[in-house]
């Protein structure tokens, strides 16, 4: 069964810069996540769309954006990069329907040197 | 305060033997999951159960869930050294009322190490 695809799965930046992270939700998942795991730590929710709209917001920076695309795949998009940004990144997908179950992606490794 | 806090931190054990951890919330939930994760790995969704539910089973998985106490337990039967991993505990929270208004807070997780 398709799962939920991150790209890239590992990303090496300077402080400063922009990464561009990209998830594509399981098939008629209209419904994506992002979570951000720092080393050692839970993972952090980050924020939501449905249907192409935000539907939730966590403990997101403001030097991060993100938005999820008519093909619902979705991409968090990270300006003025700090070492602290550093983490895995996941994306999960559900059906709008029921909730109940998040499928997560295998995860962006970003390194912020 | 934290949603969805783990004990043990860490639990070290040997091969065959029952690793019990342990979950406690804050805030009323919609359900209780519980993830594995290998090291800087993905997370695996391992079981979930419903906030009208007090016990589920999965293969060597066992999972309570007492409301009144706000807390969970997994217990993992007969370990493996595969079952080396951190393993952590997920609260589904319905934010506000519309579709994509449910949130999973993780808690802190519980590392275990099952020795062969």
């Known amino acids: 069964a398709a799962g939920v695809i991150q790209s890239p799965r590992h990303l090496i930046k300077e402080k400063r810069e922009t990464a561009t992270l990209k998830c594509y939700p399981i098939?008629?998942?209209?419904?994506v996540y992002w979570y951000q795991q720092g080393p050692g730590q839970d993972p952090q929710f980050l924020i939501s769309f449905y249907e192409k709209m935000q539907s939730d917001k966590g403990s997101i920076p403001d030097r991060f954006s993100a938005q999820q695309f008519s093909d619902y795949h979705s991409e968090l998009n990270m300006s003025s990069l700090e070492l602290g940004d550093s983490a895995l990144y996941f994306c999960?997908?559900?059906?709008?329907?029921?909730?109940?179950?998040?499928?997560f992606g295998p995860g962006t490794r970003l390194t912020v040197l | 305060s934290q949603q969805g806090e783990e004990d043990p931190q860490a639990l070290s054990i040997q091969e065959g033997e029952n690793a019990t951890m342990n979950c406690s919330y804050k805030t009323s939930i919609n359900n209780l999951q519980w993830y594995r994760q290998n090291s800087g790995r993905g997370l695996v969704h391992l079981i979930l159960i419903r906030s009208n539910e007090r016990e589920k089973h999965s293969g060597r998985l066992r999972v309570t869930l007492d409301t009144s106490k706000k807390s969970s337990s997994l217990l993992i039967t007969a370990s493996r050294a595969a079952d080396t991993a951190s393993y952590f505990c997920a609260t589904l929270t319905l934010i506000y009322s519309g579709a994509g208004s449910y949130q999973l807070t993780f808690g802190k997780g519980t590392k275990l190490s099952v020795i062969p």
């Open positions: 098939p008629r998942h209209d419904t």
């Open positions: 999960a997908s559900s059906d709008g329907t029921g909730p109940d179950t998040q499928y």
